[in-house]
């Protein structure tokens, strides 16, 4: 994987009430492009925030169908991946990179 | 929360207070977890945000407004524990504060002067009265009669004669060209009421109907047009009509037409306007010599702050004054610094006696009735006719201008009160002597309840 496309898979943290409850597992949640594999995502956020990961585990939400103006559409998919790290590392997803 | 006194130089007093910052942590987190119950942020139910997040959106904001509210804390307490009364907003100076670190900072506070008990008794003053000279009623009345009698063609065509009135047509030039404003048609002009430019009356006597005459006059230096100041203008003239002043008696008719009853009652309509001149050329002297008394002989130290905040204010009122009609200190032989000095004496003199003024108004509880600012606003309201109900709406909805409606009324009946309790000897003078430099007292007044509100409302 050449080195750019570490810095275009992880999109935005994810910072939900669920996501701060599993932080307490040593798990963070990120958005990450639709394309990208676990072993990318584990790679870019190794790279990126200097931990050890242990697990990642990817889902994709589906956008719903919606309507405007009568005229159905469908929002974007989403793909978010819950890494987990390394025991007693942290990454503080409020203050960004 | 420490305060310590770091020195006091008579109403000057300068403390230092320290507030460690364990208390302000505290205080801080108080604050964070009272937020966190309502917050709403994004991806939370509302209240459910944990509190280390939100102390990471909100936390330099919360750590500000708790300092702000312990530094008001801290001064007040410190104020407080002083026993001072400020004068005016203490100035806070922050002296250090970081993060994790005490809070310290520095508060310069003017005292209050208490100002020494007046006795009132002992307070001698002179009223000056005057009694309305016969004379003057007279010519006031003559006056009147003379600027309503009615005008008349003579029965005889005849040259124009003096208090004749005559009405032309003209045309001024300059040079021979025409100026701004130097033509007219139809001008009623009375020989010898000094209306016109000097000369240009003399020289319509001797004139009849339909003469056409050039008029030659020279613009004084003191006109009022600038580009007119002493020019040479010449003045074609033509007389259209001339007509000879008619008797008239004083009588009841004449007073009838004037809407008054009688001759009497105009005669005492008359004599009514003198007395309420004078009346208020009596007061004022009476409240100037009150005043200067009180001045002289209770000196106490007063604020230096307060006092520079009118100087200010008397200041850039001069300064404005000065600029619009183009002075400079020098057309007054004298110095910058000099006037200075003059005026910040006036207003040590207008701060003490409103301090002053204000002290004996409420130990000896002058109060403001209602009734009474009912009264000015009523006056006020005259003042606008037509907008009435306007004027009463804006002091209902601005106590501010209310306040300063109340100030002069405060002021007058604090007067009064101390007129009444010292030794006041009436002394009668001639009009001329009680009506001398009362136009300058008038100023004075105004800015004296101006300080005496000040003092109040802090």
Request: net charge negative; charged share 35%; no cysteine.
């Amino acid at each position: 994987m050449n080195q750019e496309r570490i810095y275009d898979i992880i999109l935005a943290p994810v910072v939900t009430e669920k996501s701060t409850r599993i932080s307490e597992l040593n798990q963070v949640t990120f958005k990450v492009r639709g394309d990208a594999a676990k072993p990318e995502i584990r790679q870019a956020v190794e790279k990126l925030f200097n931990v050890k990961v242990t697990a990642v585990n990817t889902m994709v939400t589906k956008g719903k169908t919606k309507r405007f103006k009568g005229k159905a559409y469908r929002r974007s998919d989403v793909k978010k991946a819950i890494v987990t790290l390394e025991a007693g590392q942290t990454i503080d997803v409020t203050t960004g990179i | 929360m420490q305060v310590t006194q770091v020195s006091a130089d008579g109403l000057k007093h300068h403390l230092k207070v320290v507030v460690p910052a364990a208390d302000i942590e505290t205080k801080v987190a108080e604050r964070l977890s009272a937020l966190a119950k309502t917050a709403r942020l994004p991806g939370f139910r509302p209240g459910k945000a944990p509190v280390s997040l939100l102390k990471k959106q909100y936390g330099r904001s919360v750590t500000g407004e708790i300092l702000e509210k312990s530094i008001d804390e801290g001064s007040k307490k410190a104020i407080a524990d002083n026993q001072l009364r400020p004068a005016l907003q203490p100035k806070v100076e922050v002296t250090s504060f970081d993060e994790g670190k005490d809070l310290e900072f520095e508060l310069h506070v003017e005292n209050l002067p208490t100002p020494p008990e007046v006795d009132l008794a002992a307070i001698e003053l002179t009223r000056y009265e005057a009694e309305i000279p016969a004379e003057t009623v007279q010519k006031a009345l003559d006056d009147i009669v003379k600027a309503n009698r009615p005008y008349a063609e003579p029965a005889e065509p005849r040259p124009a004669q003096q208090d004749d009135r005559v009405t032309i047509d003209f045309a001024g030039k300059i040079d021979g060209v025409a100026f701004d404003g130097g033509t007219g048609k139809d001008m009623p002009v009375v020989i010898g009421s000094g209306m016109l430019v000097p000369g240009f009356e003399d020289q319509l006597v001797g004139t009849s109907v339909g003469e056409e005459k050039v008029i030659e006059v020279t613009f004084p230096e003191d006109y009022g047009a600038e580009n007119l100041k002493g020019k040479a203008a010449t003045f074609d003239i033509k007389v259209t009509k001339i007509e000879e002043p008619g008797l008239v008696q004083l009588d009841d008719e004449f007073a009838k037409k004037l809407g008054q009853e009688s001759v009497d009652k105009l005669k005492e309509a008359v004599e009514g306007r003198f007395a309420a001149e004078y009346g208020r050329a009596t007061r004022m002297k009476l409240k100037r010599a009150l005043l200067d008394v009180l001045a002289d002989r209770y000196p106490f130290e007063v604020p230096p702050g307060m006092v520079e905040l009118e100087f200010d204010a008397i200041w850039n009122q001069l300064t404005a004054e000065m600029q619009r009609q183009g002075q400079t200190f020098a057309d007054e032989n004298k110095s910058e610094e000099e006037a200075k000095e003059e005026y910040r004496k006036i207003a040590e003199r207008r701060v003490r006696l409103g301090l002053l003024l204000s002290d004996i108004g409420t130990k000896n509880e002058v109060k403001v009735e209602n009734k009474e600012l009912q009264q000015a606003m009523i006056a006020q309201a005259q003042r606008f006719p037509g907008q009435a109900r306007q004027v009463f709406e804006f002091y209902q909805k601005n106590p501010a201008a209310l306040e300063q409606l109340r100030a002069p009324i405060f002021e007058d009946k604090v007067v009064d009160f101390i007129v009444e309790k010292a030794k006041v000897e009436t002394q009668k003078v001639s009009p001329e002597e009680l009506m001398k430099e009362v136009d300058e007292d008038e100023d004075e007044m105004l800015d004296v309840a101006e300080a005496a509100d000040e003092t109040r409302s802090s």
